[in-house]
Nanobody, 126 residues
Framework: QVQLVESGGGLVQAGDSLRLSCAAS????????CGWFRQAPGKEREFVAA????????VYADSVKGRFTISRDNAKNTVYLQTNSLEPEDTAVYYC???????????????????WGQGTQVTVSS
């Protein structure tokens, strides 16, 4: 069993940065791939970024590539999402997810994750 708690969201202006954190409980967290998804009002949840259990592989949605960076510290049971050059279109609730995924599987598929956090709100004003 893994429990995930996101933090770090807030209200910022366009061009600003935020670092989102996802703290996990459970001794086996280091064996899980982790992903960040987001959901804006009236829209479906969409993939943002993911990282393999070893941090050897990272994947990004085209809309955030070059602006967002996912990382993890398994010693701290934490996954991070550094968000730079934020745009109003990035406004959403950001969710962290964890799951035992084959290394070369499609990390962008939400149904492949077993555990989800409650989300943290990111609001970007223009």
């Amino acid at each position: 069993q893994v429990q995930l708690v996101e933090s770090g969201g807030g209200l910022v202006q366009a061009g600003d940065s935020l670092r989102l954190s996802c703290a996990a409980s459970g001794r086996t967290f280091s064996s899980y791939a982790c992903g960040w998804f987001r959901q804006a009002p009236g829209k479906e949840r969409e993939f943002v970024a993911a990282i393999s259990w070893s941090a050897g592989r990272t994947v990004y949605a085209d809309s955030v590539k070059g602006r967002f960076t996912i990382s993890r510290d398994n010693a701290k049971n934490t996954v991070y999402l550094q968000t730079n050059s934020l745009e109003p279109e990035d406004t959403a609730v950001y969710y962290c997810a964890a799951g035992k995924r084959p290394y070369w599987s499609d990390y962008s598929i939400a149904s492949g994750y077993d555990y989800w956090g409650q989300g943290t709100q990111v609001t970007v004003s223009s």
